[in-house]
């Protein structure tokens, strides 16, 4: 049997140690990489298995570090430690498990202390930034930021996560509950969300206080859902006139508008398009998914009016078709004040409604055509399944029509209503 060494480095040979593996005894190594790096590795045996566990991230170690402010253990530092960890074998304690499970209660301790720390704030900040991509539009952004800083974080901003309860939500609702049902309602979904991000990064347990079903609706009242009926549209007999009458009007909000009437196309689709969404060659507006209410790309097809607004805006320059102010996107309510001085008793998005009683009741297309062209989803799901195209060839005959339509001046006596 070989004779077991012990203490068999010297401070000298350690520091002229070459690449390799070096015996101290009792189990300890000095191990030499070809870089140069060192490092203490302590080899043991318990049940049957050999194990190295290396040195320098034991507790035992990173005080002696700490206390005499070095990178790496001395040869006599790394015998004490070695000696404690010999005495642990002995006792049979595994000190790689040891260290693992300690790890484990620090990394532990240390998220209850984040937990502790973490205000609702705070969390909210996480939850808008990774999720406000995913929102349509500005609009939607700003609702989240505004209604959190006016409504929530008054109330519970800074207070620690964990320990939001149902009364400190009835506390931020109660009092818009009724007077502001609409956005109550929201505001109370938001807060939901971001305490169920909460939870699940383990920032809180326990259900989820701003919950409506089974919770919140046993103390709130049902609330008061706005009553919106139709948009108010101008009657299609009507519309040629209406065309008539705008196009004296030499502001951009009346080419919009008109832009939007013929393409029949939505207020905020219309305002936020820009130049690279337009191919005037092929005589194609092609909208982006992301700024679809159905959240899918709608290719519009322009007829030669729609092309000649586009011209007459081109020389205004910047990125959108129809600029606002300070090179801005035009303010969605430009195109309603206008519509207002015209004809104050009709709505900017009832035009859709216009076109789709226009060709419904003068045309022969099909429905899916003219459903098509306003960018309505299919409802029966097994229909979506099957229709893959867009109908555009038919599309583009239907809203060349429709823009001749338009242009007629003419507004046929029979059955026209007054608006």
Not at 7 to 16: E, F, G, I, M
Not at 48 to 66: F, H, K, Q, T, Y
Not at 313 to 341: E, I, V, W
Not at 354 to 371: G, I, K, Q
Request: charged residues 25%; glycine residues 6%.
């Amino acid at each position: 049997m070989p004779k077991k060494v012990k203490n068999a480095l010297t401070p000298l040979q350690v520091r002229n140690a070459k690449p390799g593996r070096h015996a101290d005894g009792g189990g300890l190594y000095l191990l030499v990489k070809a870089s140069g790096a060192r490092s203490w590795v302590f080899r043991f045996r318990l049940n049957g298995v050999s194990r190295d566990m290396g040195l320098s991230r034991c507790p035992e170690a990173i005080a002696l570090l700490e206390k005499s402010q070095k990178d790496e253990l001395s040869l006599a530092e790394a015998r004490d430690v070695a000696a404690i960890y010999r005495m642990k074998v002995k006792a049979g304690i595994d000190p790689l498990l040891e260290r693992q499970e300690a790890a484990a209660r620090r990394a532990e301790e240390s998220a209850l202390r984040e937990a502790e720390q973490k205000t609702f704030r705070d969390v909210a900040g996480d939850y808008l930034a990774s999720h406000e991509t995913t929102w349509r539009n500005a609009k939607h952004r700003r609702q989240w930021y505004n209604t959190l800083r006016d409504y929530v974080y008054p109330t519970i901003g800074d207070m620690a996560v964990k320990d939001v309860e149902t009364q400190h939500v009835l506390e931020i609702l109660e009092p818009i509950w009724t007077t502001k049902s609409e956005t109550a309602s929201r505001l109370r979904g938001r807060v939901e969300n971001i305490l169920d991000a909460a939870k699940v990064k383990g920032y809180r347990t326990g259900e989820n206080p701003a919950r409506w079903r089974g919770h919140l609706d046993k103390i709130l009242p049902p609330r008061k859902r706005l009553s919106r009926g139709h948009h108010a549209a101008l009657p299609y007999q009507h519309v040629p006139q209406f065309i008539a009458n705008l196009r004296s009007h030499s502001a951009t909000g009346a080419l919009a508008l008109e832009f939007l009437i013929l393409t029949a196309a939505r207020t905020g689709e219309v305002i936020g398009a820009e130049w690279d969404e337009i191919s005037f060659d092929a005589r194609t507006w092609t909208i982006p998914a992301m700024r679809m209410k159905a959240g899918r790309e709608h290719r519009v097809p322009l007829s030669e009016r729609a092309l000649d607004i586009l011209h007459q805006t081109q020389q205004l320059g910047g990125t959108h078709l129809f600029p606002g102010q300070r090179g801005k996107a035009m303010s969605g309510m430009t195109m309603s004040m206008l519509l207002r001085r015209i004809e104050n008793s009709v709505t900017v998005h009832g035009f859709r409604s216009s076109f789709r009683d226009w060709a419904s009741e003068t045309t022969s297309y099909p429905n899916e055509v003219c459903e098509a062209a306003l960018a309505h989803t299919i409802s029966n799901k097994a229909e979506a399944a099957y229709r893959r195209g867009d109908l555009f060839a038919k599309r583009r005959q239907l809203m060349d029509e429709w823009a001749d339509y338009c242009a007629s001046s003419v507004i046929p006596t029979e059955d026209a209503e007054a608006v």
